[in-house]
């Protein structure tokens, strides 16, 4: 029973939500930034909410802009987060459903880097009374409700679980879209197999250093006991010291 109320709540807050578009940019020390559109149809806007997002440690709220159109409320929210987890920390959707989700970047053998992220719509184990809940879903929502996401990533992309046509890879963006209409008791994950650059730059100015040593440690051996040089300093203190 308690989960069939957890149901019915996500399946109100779903005939709400209309449509949920996410464009995210991540750096290499894993901050970055992000702009989200939601359009939710609602007769009350929320700024609330945004507000108690943006006060949490990590996240730095940019900008944000509500307005209505007909009966949809549309938020634009721009915001810069310091770490991943800073990012995974602004999800506390405690219903079942979970846009929000969460990214894991793992770091593999190779210069090889993992991203993932998981997002779930419903219980994972259906039961008796969830039965005919997709169908309910579909007549709470006449239009067609998608999540989107783009990713922009600063590493060159060798695979993808996203479609050909969704990845650009010149740019490094992925794509994915979601028709949470499809979504229901299922996990959705995004994943992305990237690889950092070979680090010439740094290889390049090692280089650079070990001859100088190598020069310097061969200069300082070969340098004659007796030189002109050595004399000239020699008789220079001396003349000083006269």
């Known amino acids: 029973m308690k989960r069939l109320v957890i149901l019915l709540l996500a399946l109100l ?23 989200i559109r939601v359009v939710h149809r609602s007769p009350y806007e ?3 909410e945004i507000m108690r997002k943006a006060a949490l440690p990590g996240i730095n709220l940019q900008s944000y802009d509500i307005h209505r159109k007909g009966p949809d409320v549309i938020y634009t ?3 810069k987060f310091k770490s991943i987890e800073a990012f995974n920390n602004v999800n ?11 990214i894991t ?4 053998p190779g210069r090889r880097i ?6 779930a719509l419903g219980s994972q184990e259906q039961g008796e009374e969830e ?4 169908d309910i879903l579909g007549m709470l929502q006449p239009e067609n409700p998608v999540w989107t996401y783009k990713v922009h990533l600063p590493w060159k992309i060798i695979s993808t679980n996203a479609l050909p046509e969704n990845v650009d890879r010149e740019n490094g963006t992925v794509t994915w879209s979601f028709d949470t209409r499809k979504m229901w008791h299922k996990q959705e994950l995004m994943t992305v197999e990237l690889r950092k650059d ?18 310097l440690i061969h200069w300082m051996f070969r340098f004659p006991k007796k030189s002109h040089w050595r004399e000239r300093i020699k008789h220079s203190e001396n003349v000083e010291k006269s």
Not at 18 to 30: A, F, K
Not at 105 to 108: C, G, I, R, V
């Open 105 to 108: 970047l793992n770091k593999e």
């Open 131 to 134: 039965e005919g809940i997709e």
């Open 77 to 79: 929210i721009n915001f």
């Open 46 to 48: 929320n700024p609330e």
């Open 13 to 35: 807050l779903l005939a709400g939500c209309v449509q949920y578009d996410e464009e995210l940019w991540i750096n290499r020390n894993g901050s970055g930034h992000a702009t």
């Open 114 to 119: 993992t991203f993932k992220r998981r997002i």
């Open 92 to 102: 506390d959707q405690l219903g079942a459903a979970d846009f929000w989700g969460k």
């Open 198 to 215: 070979f680090p010439w730059f740094l290889t390049v100015i090692g280089a650079v250093i070990v001859v100088l040593l190598i020069f």
